[in-house]
């Protein structure tokens, strides 16, 4: 019946239909990073158990946001540390996020990043060792793993029971998704992350990105270290975090062309970059009562991403102040203190419901950290996103008074993006869900893995050809330069030899 | 409506809707590659023909398989050669087909392909200077301009009339296509062209690979001679074809990587491998007859391509014997002399209808030169594919008499890649039709085009920036070797003054 009504567009339909049919009760299990980023792997967790596959996910006992659902079950594992550890190593994480970004914080905040990553990895680790647990997991028999590759368990996991791991993910820290997917990154017009460069660079500029892209190798062995020792441990001693990243089938990447500079990719990437903002539901009725009051003038959408709902009361304050002065109702996500005489026109929220405010039509302008969510929940709905001026604290008053010009030059700019973001053959929640089932279906995408894999870096780069090539032109060319000197020393040698008769 | 029958599915619907109501009424100028790249081409033409685009179609007056329609608009221009020259010079090039390819045999394939294609530059040419016809055409207003690039008309005319391209092809000879691109083809896993190589190579064969690769470059500016110099002329004199084509929007290939190796692709390339057996039609009744009386043994397909109806009556005759001692029927593609006592299993053909043939449930095998259409075809309805075989003339008798044998040994490989080749989230069709679409509704696809492409090679490969850094370093070093011998002399210097003085 599906078919028939889809009569107009038959082998489409007929396509998808097979891959729902085909794949039915499949068995997925999932490895999830905590935090934001778990808000948008659940809405492909959910997609696929709501098209009846049965699909578990793992969730360490003290977490920040993944709960259970009654769609998907829940695996629960103990990890080595409490809740308040967790939260502690979490608010030193976001303490960067106020701090202009600068160069010399990079290190500070690898730093971070690893010191919350290592927990992870030590709560990972603790669920390795728990044998019944993993006995558990594998006589499940499980098609394929989906994983955040942010942390590795889901990789060992999948390594470990032999199935076919789905990645999904924005990107990973030094490029690893790329380098471990072996895409060729030339550094010549692909700008380093935190270099400030964009695809055209002049020389100083392609120099500087050039010198930071070799800097970037040394930061991953750095960030990666207790990665590559947990997988030398529990998979070979031969093992790195990037091998074994390159045995993933296929790679989900929550990115897209409108926003990421243009670059090659791999046939196994697949780009679902908006996922998180296909469907939006309509607003509660206190939220739907405050923006339509905002009248012509519209309102703004202020959040600091899922993550961080505080800010230092002195930036607070000067918000709330700069707030007063426009027309504009302000919708804040922001659990600090509050100043006694706040302005009226702004409301305080714990949550705010980002994609579906963002899509109301009184929306004028979206003020964010500049987190991946916001960006393409910006785009998606063609909002002016000037994420890269509130992450300067010195630009910030100007930005405030200036709202006005700063939108409507933006406008137009944002709109284009968003009528490029949205023209795709396939919407990327049904693209992420197609390639799991693929995977799930055909054990894998071996036909997409590239036989680069198989090769070290001088072979790739063929040096040991290159070698082996100069090596023989030099001895063809020591052979000549030896014969000829041979034969002109004994021409003339007989020459003297010769003259010394005559002699 | 449509809307509301596709229900479950609303926002893909929502889309599909959008992208054919936004485009309807655009125009398209087409600028095909005569002989059996047009039967693919030809495929899109009529399906966008059919969803209401007008389509205008570039046919010079003497063509091998070129005609009008009724759905589409043709534009007839006229060309400085015969339909005898013409028909000449092509049976040059498809000698080649019944030879072993053997790399000697290269230079001398190159060299008829290059006559040919000599040959369609000149008529390309002839209708450029043609005035009264390039005002039409540039008053028309096009979108967008679909061209196959394996001649320049295209491209040019694209260029002249500011418009952007759809590129539609199989592959240009020596990667040209990757190379405009700026597709990086990594030569230590990417298996050059005739040099039989595959995608795993020990040191040997990629220092063979390597060399091809580099004299591939040389080939490409022997085969491209005449391109380059006609864009030179009508375009810019710094124009060369390789950069003309970089001005490609997107390429549509046809190809997949069932049939390729794995590689790094480019954003902006669309693979639409198996466009031509999307559909089927119901057979011929005398067909249908036939196939239908072959029984449980079923029948075979032979055809050498839609270019090559004759073969030297030896060849034909072998195959004549051959097929006699087989139990199945075989359809032959075959126009070139009847032996008398022709065997009764065989029927000939002038042209047959290969997909929907191989589509027949009673059909076993598929020979065939090896023409990508074949090859996809075969792809398509899971047949066993010995092209390989057939190209070697040394293989053929042990290939007749042992059918049944390799049948069955290639048969569940072959239905693994037909199954993995059927299983993609949108048909090729479609895809070929939406990414024509967005280029004419946004004028180009300027986001999927990468920086490299103002990057000379050196700046590509950042070798003037290796330079500064090695001329930085050894200066460095230099000067710090100068401070030292200073210093040194100056004490040594002091040492000796002071010693002189005591004395």
């Known amino acids: 019946s599906t078919l028939t009504a889809m009569g107009w567009f038959p082998v489409l339909g007929l396509l998808l239909c097979l891959s729902v049919g085909l794949s ?18 659940k809405i492909l967790v959910m997609e696929l158990s709501a098209r009846g596959h049965e699909v578990v996910v793992l969730v360490p006992e003290n977490s920040l946001l993944i ?3 009654q769609t998907f079950t829940t695996v629960i594992y103990k990890v080595p540390y409490t809740k ?5 190593k979490f608010n030193e994480l976001r303490k960067g996020v106020f701090s202009p970004p600068k160069f010399s914080d990079l290190m500070t905040n690898v730093e971070r990043l690893v010191n919350f990553t290592t927990m992870q990895v030590k709560g990972c680790e603790y669920m390795l060792n728990n044998k019944e647990l993993m006995d558990q997991l594998r006589g499940e028999g499980f098609d394929a793993m989906l994983s955040d590759p942010f942390i590795p368990c889901g990789s060992v996991l999948a390594h470990m029971f032999s199935i ?3 990645y999904f993910l924005n990107g990973l820290p ?10 060729p990154s030339p550094p010549s017009y692909i700008p380093i992350f935190y270099s400030g460069n964009t695809d055209k660079m002049n020389f100083l500029q392609r120099a500087k990105n050039f010198i930071l892209y070799n800097i970037e190798s040394y930061v991953c062995t750095v960030m990666y270290a207790s990665f590559d020792d947990l997988v030398s441990r529990y998979i070979s001693e031969d093992m790195t ?8 089938a296929i790679w989900l990447l929550r990115n897209d062309f409108t926003f990421q500079w243009p670059r090659p990719i791999m046939p196994n990437m697949v780009f679902i970059g908006g996922i998180n903002c296909v469907t939006t539901k309509p607003l509660p009725a206190d939220l739907e009562e405050f923006v339509e009051g905002s009248g012509d003038d519209g309102f703004i959408v202020f959040t600091m991403g899922s993550m961080v709902s505080d800010m230092p009361l002195k930036t607070a304050t000067f918000f709330f102040e700069a707030f007063r002065q426009i027309p504009q109702r302000v919708l804040w996500r922001y659990e600090g203190k509050v100043p006694e005489n706040a302005p009226k026109n702004v409301k305080l929220l714990k949550w705010l419901p980002q994609n579906d405010l963002l899509a109301h039509p009184k929306a004028r302008l979206f003020m964010t950290h500049g987190g991946t969510h916001g960006i393409y929940e910006g785009i998606c709905h063609g909002r002016d996103n000037v994420h890269r001026m509130t992450a300067r604290g010195v630009a910030e008053q100007l930005l405030i ?3 006005t010009v700063l939108s409507n030059f933006y406008k137009e700019k944002m709109q284009t993006l968003s009528s490029l973001h949205h023209d795709r053959p396939v919407p990327p929640l049904d693209l992420a869900v197609f390639w799991t089932e693929f995977v799930m279906r055909h054990k894998g995408a071996d036909h997409l893995r590239v036989a680069a ?3 070290n870096w001088i072979q790739y780069f063929c040096l040991d050809v290159l070698a082996f090539l100069t090596l023989i032109v030099v001895t063809v060319i020591g052979i000549t330069v030896k014969c000829c000197l041979f034969c002109t020393r004994k021409c003339c040698g007989r020459g003297t030899a010769v003259k010394k008769k005559q002699a």
Chains 1, 2 share one sequence.
């Open 67 to 69: 709960k259970g659902s």
């Open 453 to 455: 894999h198989d090769l």
């Open 401 to 403: 008074f200036d709202l």
């Open 164 to 166: 076919p791991a789905v």
């Open 24 to 41: 039915e009760g499949s068995k997925l299990l999932v490895a999830p990073m905590d935090g934001s980023h778990w808000l948008s792997m």
């Open 174 to 183: 030094c490029q690893l998704d790329f380098r471990a997917n072996q895409c």
């Open 241 to 248: 975090y990037q091998k074994l990243l390159g045995e993933g």
């Open 84 to 88: 308040e550890e967790l939260d502690g």
